[in-house]
């Protein structure tokens, strides 16, 4: 599959990526630092990760998949990740019987 996906569920026809917050560049997170040095080198960078992240989105989308992004920050609270992924799982559950 496009984009190497960390886990793919076949029979829920979805996709749990795991991302690091810094080369994926989570919006409004405080991982998502920016280099204070060769500025233009990792603005190119990142947009071409964040360019390259979106085009598989889509992709894995029009190809019928569900897309769910776990960010590197998210691992730390176990509690709310796993609400996550249990909300992410039963609805795929759903879509699956309907
Ligand atoms: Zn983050």
Redesign the pocket.
């Known amino acids: 599959l496009i984009g190497k996906p960390d886990i793919v569920l076949p029979r829920l026809r979805s996709i749990i990526f795991v991302?690091g917050?810094f080369w994926h560049r989570?919006k409004?997170?405080?991982?998502?630092t920016s280099p204070k040095t060769r500025v233009k080198f990792w603005n190119e960078k990142f947009d071409r990760n964040v360019r390259r992240d979106a085009a598989v989105r889509r992709t894995l989308k029009r190809d019928g998949w569900r897309l769910l992004t776990v960010?590197?920050?998210?691992l730390a609270n176990k509690p709310r990740l796993l609400s996550k992924l249990a909300r992410f799982l039963e609805s795929g559950n759903r879509a699956k019987e309907n």
């Open positions: 991302h917050c989570h409004g997170c405080r991982k998502a960010w590197q920050c998210e």
